[in-house]
């Protein structure tokens, strides 16, 4: 029923900026927490950002903070992630996250999570 669907992703150099967006359906997305995840070539899931219901209070990987930005508007039911002064590092697949409990974890295995496919990012040096 939720169907989560990322677009965005793409190449960039070092330095540059991308945006991510997450087209949700099939869920009260206003009621749901929202959040990024990603995971790069031979690495683990790992979270990136997040952002709750309701009160719209956001976290961030310590690895991403002051770069990345998370956001939502639930009126188009949209996720979004703006990336800036990307780096070699932030290369990975990037995953949207929704989840009922009105915060996504900071881990892959919470309950009821539901997850979209997925976007690549590319950052070149």
């Known amino acids: 029923q939720v169907q989560l669907v990322e677009s965005g992703g793409g190449l960039v150099q070092a330095g540059g900026s991308l945006t991510l967006s997450c087209a949700a359906s099939g869920l009260a997305f206003s009621s749901y927490g929202m959040g990024w995840f990603r995971q790069a070539p031979g690495k683990e899931r790992e979270f990136v950002a997040r952002?709750?219901?309701?009160?719209?209070?956001?976290r961030y990987a310590d690895s991403v903070a002051g770069r990345f930005t998370i956001s939502r508007d639930n009126a188009k039911s949209s996720l979004y992630l703006q990336m800036n002064s990307l780096q070699p590092e932030d290369t990975a697949v990037y995953y949207c996250a929704a989840s009922p409990w009105g915060n996504v974890p900071m881990s892959v295995d919470g309950t009821g999570l539901s997850w979209g496919k997925g976007t690549l990012v590319t950052v070149s040096s």
């Open positions: 952002i709750s219901r309701y009160d719209y209070i956001t």
